[in-house]
């Protein structure tokens, strides 16, 4: 039994209303008086019974106050027996009226939190339903324009042979002015440890600028289309890029037409 079990099941409300059975009642005992935040979940929840049975409580007749008060002050007046069962039996039922409005807030206040629960959980289901939806949708989105590239008839193809730094390395990149995009396929590169990248670089007019680092996980990815450029560059450089090239890591290049 543990705090999360507890308040899942209502053991609470079912231990101030005497439901539970001995060994259940030691348990939770123990570890009320070991676990603050049970004992304060405890207390809130007879604050709010009391709560409830004040506000559903039912006052006494009026002629009960009045004989209280003659009794109090000496008088002569006296209540018979027939008054004292006439009170104790105005006190049972409205005894037994109050035990039934606390039992049905406590039912209602129950069902309340079964309600609410269940509505978190298909709020929770909508929410991840709705990441899921996007996730595909963006994923749709990098397919068709991935093919869209490729597939355009302006589209020119580049092949990025390796040098001494990555000889065996190869990477085919497609670049379309129209359109202005640019795809690469990245199969042919060999794989890095986690504490490096490739990184895409177009030079413009000897400046080297960012294309994007590329992709562990896709063999086929779109980078950043940069106008002008003259040549394209790959380099490898620490994880999740860098401002500015490593030069002396560059691993292969090509040039634009």
């Known amino acids: 039994m543990d705090k999360k079990t507890i308040l899942e099941n209502g053991l609470l409300e079912q231990y101030l209303l005497g439901e539970l059975d001995v060994d259940q009642t030691t348990v939770l005992e123990n570890l009320l008086a070991t676990n603050d935040d049970l004992k ?8 709010d019974f009391e709560r409830i049975g ?3 409580a039912i006052a006494p007749p009026t002629e009960v106050k009045a004989n209280l008060m003659a009794y109090a002050k000496g008088d002569n007046a006296v209540i018979t027996l027939k008054s004292q069962n006439k009170m104790k039996y105005l006190f049972g039922v409205a005894a037994s009226i109050a035990g039934l409005l606390l039992l049905g807030s406590f039912w209602m206040y129950t ?3 079964e309600v609410q629960q269940q509505l978190n959980t298909v709020e929770g289901s909508n929410e991840e339903l709705n990441r899921t939806i996007e996730k595909l949708n963006n994923s749709l989105n990098t397919k068709e324009t991935l093919f869209a590239t490729l597939s355009h008839p302006d589209t020119e193809q580049y092949v990025l042979e390796g040098n001494a730094l990555m000889p065996e390395g ?3 990149s497609y670049v379309n002015h129209t359109t202005k995009s640019v795809v690469v396929n990245t199969e042919r590169l060999p794989k890095l440890n986690n504490d490096e990248d490739y990184q895409m670089w177009a030079d413009v007019e000897g400046e080297m600028i960012n294309m994007g680092v590329i992709s562990k996980s896709s063999q086929l ?4 289309y940069i106008d002008h450029a ?8 620490p994880s999740g890029g860098s401002e500015h090239p490593t ?11």
Do not use: G
């Open 40 to 47: 304060a979940e405890l207390e809130a929840l007879e604050k």
């Open 54 to 56: 004040q506000e559903n």
């Open 247 to 257: 030069v002396s890591r560059l691993v292969t290049n090509v040039y634009l037409k």
């Open 170 to 172: 190869k990477m085919l």
């Open 111 to 113: 069902q309340l939190n």
């Open 221 to 224: 990815m779109a980078m950043n």
């Open 230 to 237: 003259e040549s394209l560059n790959i380099t490898i450089e």
